[in-house]
T-cell receptor, first 110, second 117 residues
Framework: QKEVEQNSGPLSVPEGAIASLNCTYSDRGSQSFFWYRQYSGKSPELIMSIYSNGDKEDGRFTAQLNKASQYVSLLIRDSQPSDSATYLCAVIFGNEKLTFGTGTRLTIIP | GAVVSQHPSWVICKSGTSVKIECRSLDFQATTMFWYRQFPKQSLMLMAT?????????EQGVEKDKFLINHASLTLSTLTVTSAHPEDSSFYICSARARDRTLYGYTFGSGTRLTVV
């Protein structure tokens, strides 16, 4: 069973602080990892993709991947109220199906 | 960028009737389409995978005779919920994977909220 695990939260972070979201996955052979943001009642939107160990930065977002630990994280710097949403970690396993974690609900407190 | 148009965005139907949901890739060829279902406060659960011109592959526990998937062209896939019941009420989302995966990756439709009364 291919699994993606996330802390469901809710995670509350003060505005302007760093929000840290974590994800672990079960298949050591996985090569592609994604973070999606989903607002209530809306479809997921891609924030970041990461394929290699290390950090990948895009604006206020940084994705971190550690394949040895089977761990991927997302940092959001200078958190804004508009960042309040559910964040979904997704992993492509060997069968090329995108498998989602349960999501972490993030609330930015003004 | 890649766009997937999903229609309708919401639908209410009577129990026992069928509902068709369409997903179209507007500016790329979707060789594979994934159909997901999401219940309130839960994550996306993959229902089935369809490749253009082939029969869909359904995930364990998903009734293929109830959820009919057609992927007849590289730009259109449809999901038909047959003989819908209130427990089928959910948010259905399609995701298209392009032939050129490095360029477009996985692109999601806007979702369809189905309510069966």
């Amino acid at each position: 069973q291919k699994e993606v695990e996330q802390n469901s939260g809710p995670l509350s972070v003060p505005e302007g602080a760093i929000a840290s979201l974590n994800c672990t996955y079960s298949d050591r052979g996985s090569q592609s990892f994604f973070w999606y943001r989903q607002y209530s009642g809306k479809s997921p939107e891609l924030i970041m993709s990461i394929y290699s160990n290390g950090d990948k930065e895009d604006g206020r977002f940084t994705a971190q991947l550690n394949k040895a630990s089977q761990y991927v994280s997302l940092l959001i710097r200078d958190s804004q109220p508009s960042d309040s949403a559910t964040y979904l970690c997704a992993v492509i396993f060997g069968n090329e199906k995108l498998t989602f974690g349960t999501g972490t609900r993030l609330t930015i407190i003004p | 960028g890649a766009v997937v148009s999903q229609h309708p965005s919401w639908v209410i139907c009577k129990s026992g009737t069928s509902v068709k949901i369409e997903c179209r890739s507007l500016d790329f060829q979707a060789t594979t389409m994934f159909w997901y279902r999401q219940f309130p406060k839960q994550s996306l659960m993959l229902m089935a995978t369809s490749n253009e011109g082939s029969k869909a592959t359904y995930e364990q526990g998903v009734e293929k005779d109830k959820f009919l998937i057609n992927h007849a062209s590289l730009t259109l896939s449809t999901l038909t919920v047959t003989s819908a019941h209130p427990e089928d009420s959910s948010f259905y989302i399609c995701s298209a994977r392009a032939r050129d995966r490095t360029l477009y990756g996985y692109t999601f439709g806007s979702g369809t909220r189905l309510t069966v009364v």
